[in-house]
């Protein structure tokens, strides 16, 4: 399927997260400066929008619980050791933001954050 356009830029929040649907599976698109991160929007705790959530730079606290997640890597702040949410390849194209589900930037396998990620 390759990328698909879903958003523009200026429909992202830039204090919040955009959901988006992508072949039946909501995405949350969350623009950093003039950087745009996906990754699957049901938080892994009770399934509450990550979208809905706030936005502190790199970082989404889930609206219900406060969990907090970096939206580059998938992986909670401080639990270096657990499975990450699924994040997924960006482009922006003349403003048009384009996600392509079929490109995991993190695996759902990998148990550690990369320690050379930390913010
Ligand atoms: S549902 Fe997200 S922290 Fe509980």
């Not at 657990?82 to 482009?91: D, E, Y």
Request: charged share 25%; glycine share 10%; net charge negative.
């Amino acid at each position: 399927m390759g990328f698909v356009e879903v958003a523009r830029v200026e429909d992202i929040p830039t204090h919040r997260g955009l959901c988006v649907k992508i072949r039946g599976i909501d995405i949350g698109l969350f623009r950093v400066g003039d950087e745009v991160h996906a990754m699957e929007n049901p938080c892994p705790h009770a399934g509450a929008p990550l979208s809905e959530g706030d936005l502190d730079g790199f970082t989404i606290y889930c609206p219900q619980h406060g969990w907090d997640y970096d939206v580059r890597t998938g992986f909670r702040i401080e639990d270096a050791d657990g499975f990450p949410i699924p994040c997924f390849a960006v482009r922006v194209q003349d403003g048009t933001v384009e996600v392509d589900i079929d490109q995991p930037t993190n695996s759902h396998h990998e148990k550690s954050r990369p320690r050379t990620h930390d913010p």
